[in-house]
């Protein structure tokens, strides 16, 4: 999967490196910023006042 | 080691320029090879050959591995085809299976790094959201209190007393201060439990009594993560002060209690805990936060009851100046 992707990165040979970087960089982001907060949003973890 | 590590890295280069399947010929004559060599393998005298099979079997699949995610697998497919005619139905199937055994093995693997980076979240990066939060409402409050107080309103036609403008939910309400958690503690709670408000430090539970009034001040806080404003509130004993610093005053309560109770016992919080319908008649506090900690099985709750009341041009009170 990974190796297909990287094979399919678009570019000259030694910019590919940077450029998958960078895809990671981003995922990582989106995962921090958007995914991860909504998730946690039901995540017992955020329960602490009392109510049901 | 030397071997396995440059080996590839020729390979690299030999395939670059190229680009055709001229390199194919150094990996694919290993997988027949290989299984030549280990059918051969029992013949005569096994304990002298076993050496050689070694040396023969060996570098075929370090050859493989380490040229894994940089990129030659789509040669080796190539050349899995090309050797084809020669391995047969069997090395096809061999191919798919590990094809399909490398693709489960990186799903796997990417899980496992979700997960991982999801506790980092939880773990780090929440301290750091909760962190440049805090900084920013508590610039925002102490300018807030630095400027003359909006003057109440008159008294709206059929409300015996003048109305006090509501805190908007997310807004810092007071400054928290325990002596016994350290002298920079000092987060600011704000108003509303709602996720998001809960995100940005303790939240005090809008309709429960403002810092200081009659009735229970009830300010909730996460234990584990955004800055985990309330991680050591099962250290809290009897008689510790808790201040509450709002624009004016200072307000010391002492800790009467701690407890640990269901999720569902929302009478901690009425203005007397635990006695709904009783109408006030002393300053309370409670704290509530999840318990055991990284768990929502139970809460955790902190009473306490005013006991100081200070006006800010006095000084701080005695609980904040160590005595």
Redesign the interface.
């Known amino acids: 999967m990974y190796a297909w992707l990287y094979r399919h990165l678009p570019g000259p040979r030694r910019l590919r490196p940077a450029l998958a970087a960078v895809l990671v960089l981003a995922v990582v982001a989106l995962l921090m910023l958007v995914i991860f907060p909504a998730v946690e949003a039901v995540l017992p973890t955020s329960k602490v006042a009392v109510g049901s | 080691m030397t071997d396995a590590s440059s080996a590839p890295a020729a390979k690299d280069e030999q395939e ?1 320029p190229t680009g055709g399947p001229s390199p194919v010929g150094i990996p694919v004559p290993g997988v027949p090879a290989d299984a030549a060599a280990a059918r051969a393998a029992p013949a005569p005298d096994a304990d002298a050959d076993a050496p050689t099979v070694l040396a023969l079997v060996v570098p075929a699949p370090a050859l493989g591995a380490s040229g ?4 030659p ?2 040669d080796a497919g190539a050349g899995g085809k090309e050797g084809m005619p020669g391995a047969g139905l069997g090395g096809r199937r061999r191919l798919l299976a590990g094809r399909l055994a490398r ?1 489960l093995g ?2 796997l693997i990417t899980a496992g790094i ?1 997960v991982a ?2 506790l980092a ?2 773990l780090w ?2 301290d750091l959201f909760a962190a440049r939060t805090q900084d920013h409402l508590h610039h925002q409050l102490v300018e807030q209190w630095n400027r003359p107080p909006p003057a109440p309103r008159p008294p709206a036609a059929g409300h015996a007393r003048p109305a006090v403008p509501p805190v908007p939910l997310g807004d810092g309400v007071a400054i928290l201060r325990v002596p016994r958690f350290g002298p920079d503690y000092a987060p600011v709670v704000v108003q509303g ?1 709602s ?1 998001a408000d ?1 995100r940005r430090g303790p ?1 005090h ?1 809008p309709g429960t009594a403002m810092p200081g009034q009659l009735g229970n001040f009830v300010v ?6 955004y800055g985990k404003p ?1 991680n050591r509130l099962d250290e809290l004993k009897v008689g510790d002060p808790l201040v509450v610093e709002v624009r004016d005053r200072y307000y010391t309560y002492r800790v009467t209690a701690t407890e640990v ?1 269901l ?4 009478d ?2 009425d203005p007397v805990p635990k006695h709904p319908g009783v109408a006030p008649t002393r300053q309370l506090i409670t704290l ?3 318990h055991p900690k ?4 139970h ?1 955790l ?1 902190v009473y306490g009851e005013l006991a100081d009341t200070r006006p800010k041009f006095a000084g701080l009170p005695p609980a904040l100046r160590g005595e």
């Open positions: 670059d894994g995610p940089g990129g697998e789509g693709g990186e799903l979700l980076l999801f979240y939880q990066v929440t439990v996720v809960l939240g539970i909730s806080g996460h234990r584990t993560t309330f109770v999720p569902n016992r929302v901690v919080i509530t936060t999840c990284f768990s929502a099985s809460r709750i």
